[in-house]
């Protein structure tokens, strides 16, 4: 049973495209973020939700913007698509309060040609 | 603003030896969480072991335990009796907890650990 899984595992796609990525927690946590993971591996939070309302939103450009449904899932979407959006994206749940864990999806590649 | 620091951005160890990694911090909070995760070359990252900062008890999952030095703003992880699946890159992360809301998770660099035969 997936705790946090994201689709695709890989994007490929070319400069200018539109894509999204999709996540989807069944652990019952209440927050999800999405974290960035550059060429040289360093990981930078882009955005976090709690109960669907937008708490964190790092300095990301507008081109990404992030939508919650509802608790269990946070997607990604980004516009006009660069080189330098190419990274690993993951996904990422926890609770709010107590137990601060967070457990991470296993990422999608995404390669911008 | 806190800040990671890993300064090891390589290791390496021999199958069933230990070896620890470092991790400094710097923070002006008093309540935070620190942990390991692990992320193996199949990308998952993985939860290793965590640390509340208002316990002084040092935190131990099985084969890894961690050294937390609060005042010196240090948090290490041990490896005893490493394994061959233990090859990944450690990450240290920082989490400062506020009441009610949820808050993002601080990484260092990262150190690579490969563990040799």
């Known amino acids: 049973d997936t705790a946090v899984s994201q689709t695709p595992k890989y994007l490929v796609t070319q400069m200018g495209n539109d894509k999204s990525i999709k996540c989807e927690q069944n652990?019952?946590?209440?927050?999800m973020y999405w974290y960035k993971q550059d060429s040289k591996k360093f990981l930078k939070i882009m955005f976090s939700?709690?109960?669907?309302?937008?708490?964190i939103n790092e300095t990301v450009p507008n081109r990404f913007s992030p939508k919650s449904p509802d608790k269990a899932h946070l997607n990604l979407h980004i516009n006009s698509l660069e080189l330098g959006d190419s990274a690993v994206y993951f996904c990422?749940?926890?609770?709010?309060?107590?137990?601060?864990?967070?457990?991470f999806g296993p990422g999608t590649r995404l390669t911008v040609t | 603003a806190q800040t990671v620091t890993q300064s090891q951005p390589e290791m390496s160890v021999q199958e069933a030896e230990t070896v620890t990694l470092s991790c400094t911090y710097d923070?002006?909070?008093?309540?935070?969480?620190l942990f390991w995760y692990k992320q193996p070359p199949s990308r998952q990252m993985i939860l290793v072991i965590r640390q509340e900062a208002y316990k002084q008890q040092n935190a131990t999952e099985n084969r890894f335990s961690v050294n937390f030095q609060k005042a010196a703003k240090s948090f290490s992880l041990k490896i005893s009796d490493s394994q061959l699946g233990d090859t990944a890159m450690y990450f240290c992360a920082f989490y400062r907890s506020s009441t009610g809301t949820a808050s993002k998770l601080t990484f260092g660099t990262g150190t690579r650990l490969q563990v040799t035969l």
């Open positions: 990422a749940s926890s609770h709010s309060q107590g137990a601060f864990e967070q457990y």
């Open positions: 923070t002006s909070e008093n309540n935070y969480y």
């Open positions: 939700y709690n109960n669907k309302e937008l708490i």
């Open positions: 652990l019952g946590h209440d927050t």
